[in-house]
């Protein structure tokens, strides 16, 4: 793949800019391990100042949010070349790329799932860009059915979610161009393979929900004015489209009015296509819920839930009896049993009770998986249809275990175990006994046995006992001199699970502890501990992570001159956050597509749906002064050393949008003081990070790991 820098000099590139908009500065070093004339695109100051609650707040880069600028895209080529050169220069990068490349060539494949007469899994031999779907009927050999990798010629183009109708012979396929988050619906036949309708554009945020053979229903947004990557899209509309049919004639079914109006809406139709389900929310948390009755002409919309106080989904259906998952009035959730014709929440019957750990359940061979999670790590039980608990699924070992789905008439399942030094394995559950055999282990090259794993609590600031798990190869000395990847989310109910991943692998191989903390805002204990790191609470999640670096120093796993903080997305605001509060205490922070501009993360595209953790500045004046308080790009200071920074993003993101990490660096590189390079690498012709393709994965994280070994003054092994 080539790299994206320029071919131009750093001179020449700023020549091609509005002389007003990109100047150059020069940091001098005199660190061996940084260099030592490098040489940053200092960014234009505006003037925009907005005044909140009588408060003004200066916004100096503000013209760096308009992302179809001549100015803008001068910035990020200037930007670029920059970070490049210096990645170019770390004399063991390329040596990483290969050991990275090594680990991730291996065939990868997926539990099977069955649609119709054929297995279906994906596929990848090992460096192809995109996994591809397979098939397989009975005995018969396996066959291609669908290559993203023809898809487009640099592999960006991504397959990104399948609907199968109820027989398996149609199937709906969404792809993604450059990793956004706007879909294309292609419908085709699955034994000819040929479109049978015309393709359905703009799907966001939704699933496709198959009606008989007939049709399906979607969501979308009306087609952004400007700039689709960052324009506001706050109403979600459901839509039926009817097989043969062009787009423009799909009947408009939910959210076309202001009563209707929802940031968020969704469908589900039961299985026997005799309900159609309406769940409908305004955040990322909490949703009303509606039914309607698909075997009377024109029924009217029934409301099961009016209100935002829980998260409630359809589980399962037999004729006029429902089952919903949710967290009304149980913060571990449960799951309760309802007739259709009168399904408001005081006709619930408890079917699995709440307990005191988090649930998630599924259904397959005729049974419901009670999924657990018990200090983040995974219990399943198995149930029948009166809910009766029949066995605890026996487990390969500590770690997380996912699937168990399937039709009613499947006697066999199939679920992966893993944890962060056990590669994916697949095994096949016989629903009669309840025994595991192993169906498909990975070959992903890797020496697992020589590596530990372990979980530990740590108290934070306020007392709290927070879980951490560590994983790094045996016989670890601890003597303050290990580098360690601290990775840390927290919020939006989000549970970080032991997992296995290659490109971590790579990480232990050089002598690395990788240490992920479950913090409060995140949903590893339910409800009452994503709340406690939300709002006016979201201190409590920085706290956390912050006790889990002193965690780590105190006990000597690494010391601050090792320590490297890193995560994705609301994990990027953690980690700007953390690193601007604490910055002697870490020595390399690896802020990734971050939400880092606390003041108006709600004013690009579905934004605002994230009020209900982060609050807003025009909510009031507390919740303003709060997030300005933490806000990473109202908060870098001057003449500070902060550590070594690779601020990462992609150009197309188009839910955290790219102006949040391109505002950071900005100020980064404007104040920070002291010979620590602070960079942004902004990958082109991708989003927030679904459907990377391999190759850019291989380059992504030889930056990343050559970047942090650099910058501790280490080599890679």
């Not at 005199?30 to 200092?42: A, E, F, R």
């Not at 790329?97 to 291996?106: G, Q």
């Not at 098939?135 to 397959?159: C, H, I, M, V, W």
Request: charged share 20%.
């Amino acid at each position: 793949m080539k790299r994206p820098i320029l071919a131009l000099s750093l001179l020449l590139a700023f020549a091609g800019c509005n002389s007003s908009q990109v100047e150059q500065t020069t940091k001098p070093s005199s660190d061996p391990m940084t260099k030592s004339n490098l040489v940053y695109p200092s960014t234009h100051k505006g003037e925009t100042v907005d005044t909140y609650f009588g408060t003004q707040v200066t916004d100096p880069y503000r013209w760096l949010e308009d992302d179809m600028s001549d100015e803008t895209a001068q910035w990020v080529k200037a930007q670029n070349k920059v970070t490049f050169d210096y990645l170019a220069d770390i004399p063991f990068r390329d040596k990483l790329a290969n050991r990275l490349a090594e680990l991730l060539d291996y065939e990868r494949v997926t539990a099977p799932f069955v649609e119709g007469d054929y297995s279906y899994f994906y596929k990848n031999d090992g460096l192809q860009n995109q996994s591809v779907l397979y098939r397989q009927k009975q005995d018969a050999e396996p066959e291609q059915f669908l290559n993203p990798n023809t898809f487009s010629e640099d592999g960006t183009t991504s397959l990104s979610k399948t609907y199968f109708s109820s027989d398996g012979s149609l199937l709906t396929y969404l792809i993604s161009e450059g990793g956004s988050d706007w879909r294309t619906a292609i419908t085709i036949n699955t034994e000819t393979l040929k479109e049978v309708t015309s393709q359905i554009k703009n799907i966001k945020f939704a699933d496709v929900s198959w009606y008989r053979n007939e049709g399906f229903f979607y969501a979308s947004y009306d087609k952004p004015e400007g700039s689709e990557l960052s324009a506001k899209t706050d109403q979600h509309k459901i839509y039926y489209h009817e097989l043969g049919t062009e787009q423009s004639n799909d009947k408009l079914v939910f959210g076309g009015t202001e009563q209707q109006k929802y940031r968020y809406v969704n469908t589900k139709v039961t299985k026997d296509n005799q309900y159609l389900i309406i769940d409908a929310a305004k955040s990322t948390s909490g949703n009303k819920l509606f039914i309607q009755d698909l075997t009377k002409a024109n029924s009217e919309l029934v409301t099961i839930l009016d209100h935002f106080d829980s998260d409630t989904s359809l589980l399962d259906s037999d004729g006029s009896d429902l089952l919903f998952e949710t967290n009304l009035n149980a913060p571990n959730k449960k799951v309760v049993k309802v007739d259709a014709n009168n399904p408001s929440p005081e006709n619930w019957q408890d079917f699995i009770p709440e307990t005191d750990n988090v649930l998630n359940a599924v259904t397959g061979g005729g049974y419901i998986f009670a999924q657990y999670m018990v200090d983040a790590v995974s219990k399943v039980q198995q149930l029948d249809k009166t809910g009766k608990v029949i066995r605890t699924i026996t487990l390969p070992g500590v770690g997380t275990a996912s699937g168990f789905k399937g039709n009613k008439k499947q006697q066999s399942l199939y679920y992966t175990f893993t944890n962060y030094n056990t590669p994916k394995t697949i095994y096949s559950l016989s629903t009669q006994d309840g025994v595991s055999t192993e169906y498909r282990k990975s070959e992903v090259k890797f020496s697992a046995e020589d590596y530990d794993s372990k979980q530990v609590f740590y108290t934070s600031k306020d007392g709290t006992k927070i879980p951490m798990m560590l994983t790094f190869k045996k016989g670890l000395e601890l003597n303050g001199k290990n580098p360690t990847i601290l990775y840390g989310y927290g919020g939006f109910n989000i549970s970080l699970k032991p997992s296995f991943s290659a490109t971590t692998a790579a990480w232990l191989e050089q002598g690395g502890v990788y240490a992920v903390a479950n913090l409060r805002g995140g949903g590893e204990y339910g409800k009452k501990w994503h709340k406690a790191g939300i709002t006016l609470n979201k201190q409590n999640v920085f706290d956390d992570f912050i006790a889990a670096a002193e965690y780590l120093t105190q006990e000597k796993y690494t010391s601050s001159d090792y320590l490297a903080i890193r995560g994705g997305s609301n994990g990027g605001l953690l980690v700007g956050a953390v690193m601007l509060q604490r910055p002697e205490l870490f020595k390399v922070a690896l802020p990734a597509v971050g939400v880092l501009d606390m003041l108006r993360y709600h004013t690009f595209t579905a934004g605002a749906g994230w009020a209900y953790d982060y609050g807003t500045a025009e909510q009031n004046k507390e919740m303003f002064e709060y997030l300005l308080g933490y806000s990473p790009v109202h908060n870098v200071k001057p003449n500070i050393d902060y550590p070594a920074t690779l601020v990462t993003t992609g150009d197309h993101d188009d839910r955290v949008v790219p102006a949040h990490s391109f505002k950071f660096a900005a100020h980064l590189q404007d104040k920070h003081t002291g010979s620590n390079p602070t960079l942004i690498r902004i990958e082109t012709n991708a989003g927030h990070g679904a459907g990377t393709p391999i190759s850019k994965t291989i380059e992504q994280y030889a930056d990343i790991y050559g970047f942090t070994l650099y910058s501790m003054g280490l080599e890679a092994k």
